[in-house]
């Protein structure tokens, strides 16, 4: 889903590797000061990470890897006044965090906010697959750092149709985003572009109970995403049931939180019930837990 701007993002990143690569020849480049064993306590997170959670397993794993087999890959940073800011390589600090180590490999390049930001979504994006909705999100944030929008899609090589519909997601319902963000492989780009057009173009009372009810169905795969649109459309064009049709079976959510933040939701109606949890909040022994306190519930043991 992320392999085309994956691959111009790969090409800007290539491009700064080239201009570091150039500046170690420079005269007054002193080529020790740039790899260095860094104090952690030095180093603060990039501002421009597009990822606010990681998952406790993959940190896991990845500081047994390290523990075993030694950091194989510096992280980079950039040095700001006395102290550091991650440029990549989080997961690898984290891991160090975890490991109980005071010092992590380092590589200090001098790079602009601008360039600091794309690496970021670079980084994230050359080591797992993120879907439209993630890269939207890390646009957004790095937004600022341009003049205008124009500008952004020519840093990373993105043409300008493509790049608004990645910021298509900034106008859908905040209940559709925040749905979004515990599970982001529900809607395309191409999809959000799509029902963003029908939100726009259509004023009924009855929109936002069908968004809501569409959505429902497109969590049970029950409707694909690249019809929802169409299937809002088809609601609103339906003639009102008669008295003896049954009405659909409205679904019952109750948002579930966590030191005020959601952090998922139960949804209701007559026919199942559907708990949604965001999954970075559970390692594998607490996900066998609440799998084995559900059992119970279900044989009426609790």
Same mark, same amino acid.
């Given at each position: 889903?992320?392999?085309?701007?994956?691959?111009?993002?790969?090409?800007?990143?290539?491009?700064?590797?080239?201009?570091?690569?150039?500046?170690?020849?420079?005269?007054?480049?002193?080529?020790?000061?740039?790899?260095?064993?860094?104090?952690?306590?030095?180093?603060?997170?990039?501002?421009?990470?597009?990822?606010?959670?990681?998952?406790?397993?993959?940190?896991?794993?990845?500081?047994?890897?390290?523990?075993?087999?030694?950091?194989?890959?510096?992280?980079?940073?950039?040095?700001?006044?006395?102290?550091?800011?991650?440029?990549?390589?989080?997961?690898?600090?984290?891991?160090?965090?975890?490991?109980?180590?005071?010092?992590?490999?380092?590589?200090?390049?001098?790079?602009?906010?601008?360039?600091?930001?794309?690496?970021?979504?670079?980084?994230?994006?050359?080591?797992?697959?993120?879907?439209?909705?993630?890269?939207?999100?890390?646009?957004?944030?790095?937004?600022?750092?341009?003049?205008?929008?124009?500008?952004?899609?020519?840093?990373?090589?993105?043409?300008?149709?493509?790049?608004?519909?990645?910021?298509?997601?900034?106008?859908?319902?905040?209940?559709?985003?925040?749905?979004?963000?515990?599970?982001?492989?529900?809607?395309?780009?191409?999809?959000?572009?799509?029902?963003?057009?029908?939100?726009?173009?259509?004023?009924?009372?009855?929109?936002?109970?069908?968004?809501?009810?569409?959505?429902?169905?497109?969590?049970?795969?029950? *409707?694909?995403?690249?019809?929802? %649109?169409?299937?809002?459309? /088809?609601?609103?064009?339906? &003639?009102?049931? @008669?008295?003896? =049709? $049954?009405?659909?079976?409205?679904?019952?959510?109750?948002?579930?939180?966590?030191?005020?933040?959601?952090?998922?939701?139960?949804?209701?109606?007559?026919?199942? *019930?559907?708990?949604?949890?965001? %999954?970075?909040?559970?390692? /594998?022994?607490?996900?066998? &837990?609440?799998? @084995?306190?559900? =059992? $119970?519930?279900?044989?009426?043991?609790?």
């Amino acid at each position: 889903m992320a392999k085309n701007i994956k691959e111009m993002l790969e090409k800007k990143l290539a491009e700064n590797s080239i201009r570091h690569a150039e500046a170690q020849q420079e005269a007054d480049f002193d080529a020790g000061r740039q790899y260095i064993k860094l104090n952690l306590e030095l180093i603060d997170p990039n501002p421009y990470q597009p990822r606010s959670t990681f998952a406790p397993d993959e940190i896991q794993t990845l500081a047994a890897s390290i523990k075993e087999s030694g950091l194989l890959q510096p992280v980079s940073v950039r040095q700001v006044n006395d102290r550091y800011q991650l440029i990549a390589g989080e997961r690898r600090y984290r891991a160090h965090q975890l490991l109980n180590k005071s010092a992590i490999d380092a590589i200090i390049i001098p790079v602009s906010d601008e360039e600091m930001g794309v690496l970021a979504l670079t980084e994230n994006i050359d080591r797992e697959d993120l879907y439209d909705y993630e890269i939207g999100k890390a646009l957004r944030k790095i937004e600022t750092l341009f003049p205008n929008k124009k500008k952004l899609a020519e840093s990373i090589g993105l043409n300008r149709q493509d790049m608004y519909r990645y910021f298509a997601y900034e106008e859908l319902p905040s209940e559709i985003i925040e749905r979004l963000d515990l599970n982001p492989a529900l809607l395309s780009r191409t999809a959000a572009v799509s029902l963003k057009r029908v939100l726009k173009e259509y004023e009924s009372p009855k929109l936002s109970s069908l968004l809501r009810e569409g959505w429902d169905l497109l969590e049970q795969g029950l *409707l694909e995403q690249t019809k929802l %649109a169409d299937w809002i459309i /088809d609601q609103l064009h339906k &003639k009102p049931s @008669s008295p003896q =049709q $049954k009405k659909p079976d409205p679904s019952l959510i109750k948002e579930i939180s966590l030191a005020g933040k959601k952090v998922g939701y139960l949804s209701k109606n007559s026919r199942q *019930l559907v708990v949604k949890l965001n %999954a970075v909040l559970f390692d /594998d022994e607490q996900t066998d &837990k609440l799998q @084995s306190y559900i =059992q $119970k519930i279900i044989e009426g043991e609790v």
